[in-house]
């Protein structure tokens, strides 16, 4: 049903497009106005109708791109050996806490999620909206020592638009493309980090 209303209004806007355009194109014409001033009065009047849909697109592609060259990817700061080196006798008294839910601070455009894997590990989810007027959000895992808040691992992904409800669904793009091979690093060093001991789980 949603599809059939989105297709419905896609062909009303595009004949909207059309025919403001043309009638920008004739009005010009009959006032005697040059091809070229014509064409330029087609041109505004295409724009009229595009610009209050579209003007965000190309600027957000942009951003999300930018961003996701920038400051995507994931960084290990200490492995899991460094730290038992670090921590003598600390890794074998570890319990994964596998019931601990996440507690969120913030609302939905800017938050942080904390989740405790262990004795000495907590998972710190946030996300963050980068710009007032364009919809990209940074999403930032951190792996933090509780002990002493040293982030032992991060990993920073890039999405855009407002998600699966929002009118602009032309604008979701939900990670960077090219950063899944982070996103599953970011995974095997918290199953790392939750099975740095053979102990049982709570």
């Known amino acids: 049903m949603f599809g059939l209303a989105v297709l419905v209004v896609g062909v009303i806007y595009l004949v909207l497009l059309i025919a403001v355009t043309r009638f920008a194109y004739s009005a010009a014409k009959k006032h005697g106005y040059s ?23 190309i600027p957000t592609v942009v951003a999300h791109q930018y961003y996701c060259s920038t400051e995507a990817g994931f960084w290990e700061y200490m492995t899991v050996e460094q730290w038992k080196k670090e921590n003598p006798s600390v890794a074998e008294m570890l319990v ?12 939905d455009k800017n938050y942080i999620d904390t989740k405790t894997l262990n004795q000495r590990f907590r998972w710190a989810a946030g996300k963050h909206r980068l710009l007032f007027l364009l919809p ?3 999403w930032k895992s951190e792996i933090v020592d509780s002990n002493n808040g040293k982030v032992v691992a991060r990993y ?27 996103r599953n690093a970011l995974y095997q060093f918290v199953g790392t980090i939750v099975d740095i001991n053979k102990g049982e789980a709570k």
Do not use: Q
């Not at 014509?38 to 595009?50: D, K, N, Q, S």
């Not at 992904?157 to 091979?181: P, Q």
């Open 156 to 182: 920073v992904d890039l999405s855009s638009g407002e998600g699966r409800d929002y009118l602009k669904f032309w604008m979701n793009i939900s990670n960077c493309s090219d950063r899944i091979s982070d």
């Open 136 to 138: 990209v959000y940074s």
């Open 96 to 107: 994964e806490d596998k019931n601990a839910p996440f507690k969120r601070v913030g609302d």
């Open 35 to 57: 091809k070229a001033k014509c064409r330029m009065a087609a041109a505004v009047g295409f724009l009229t109708v595009c610009l209050p849909v579209f003007w965000d697109h």
